[in-house]
């Protein structure tokens, strides 16, 4: 079966770095996403991206997190300078709209 | 506003009982239907999807849920709980290839 495949599955990075995390999605999919997790908490929404750009967007994605799909298979999450409290999993997501989502393992970012 | 509701944070079942998880859902028209299980540490697993169709849906492990629209609700169910059916479960939402809302999660424990 397809999977959605995320790179690396555990960061650790000093406050204040820039880290990207990396996903292939389903080669066919047209949506992606990005959805974190807070150690113990529910799984939220971040971003959205459909033909190349950001079709939505949560009050979490602010101005220090950015999205690309730098060719046709990566989509990627950057965070351009960390802090301690986007320590949590992130998930990345592709679907197809008859399909349904697909969503990858995970990577726990740590920032110490 | 778009909302999934689990109104159980915690259940504890014996192995070998009957298992039933409840979600609400509020959407606008009737939303794609998910439950997803979590182990500790781990991603995503789907168990199951509603998009249209038979009301009762069949997922892996021997899960099933039932979609009622006239109670907003698409419960999880089990007819016998094994110990490794012990996770964290979390019903989730979509209007399509929109993002997906998850609800808080219920965590399962099972005792012997």
């Known amino acids: 079966e397809p999977e959605v495949t995320q790179t690396p599955s555990h960061q650790v990075t000093q406050m204040g770095q820039e880290v990207i995390l990396r996903c292939v999605p389903i080669?066919?999919?047209?949506?992606f996403y990005w959805y974190r997790q807070i150690l113990g908490q529910k799984v939220e929404f971040l971003v959205s991206f459909y033909n190349n750009e950001i079709s939505e967007k949560s009050e979490i994605f602010d101005d220090q997190f950015s999205v690309e799909r730098p060719d046709g298979s990566n989509f990627t999450l950057k965070i351009r300078s960390t802090k301690l409290e986007d320590s949590a999993m992130y998930f990345c997501a592709s679907s197809e709209l008859s399909y349904g989502y697909t969503f990858g393992s995970g990577t726990r970012l740590t920032v110490v | 506003a778009q909302s999934v509701t689990q109104p159980d944070i915690h259940i504890t079942v014996s192995e070998g009982a009957s298992l039933e998880l409840r979600c609400n859902y509020s959407y606008g028209a009737t939303p794609y239907l998910f439950w997803y299980v979590q182990s500790p540490g781990q991603g995503l697993q789907l168990l199951l999807k509603y998009f249209s169709g038979d009301t009762l849906v069949q997922g892996i492990k021997g899960f099933e849920a039932e979609f009622k629209r006239s109670q907003s609700s698409f419960n999880l169910r089990k007819p016998s709980v094994h110990w490794s059916d012990a996770a964290e479960y979390f019903c989730?939402?979509?209007?399509?290839?929109?993002?997906?809302?998850f609800g808080i999660g219920t965590k399962l424990q099972v005792i012997p």
């Open positions: 989730a939402a979509s209007g399509g290839y929109q993002k997906v809302t």
């Open positions: 080669s066919n999919h047209l949506y």
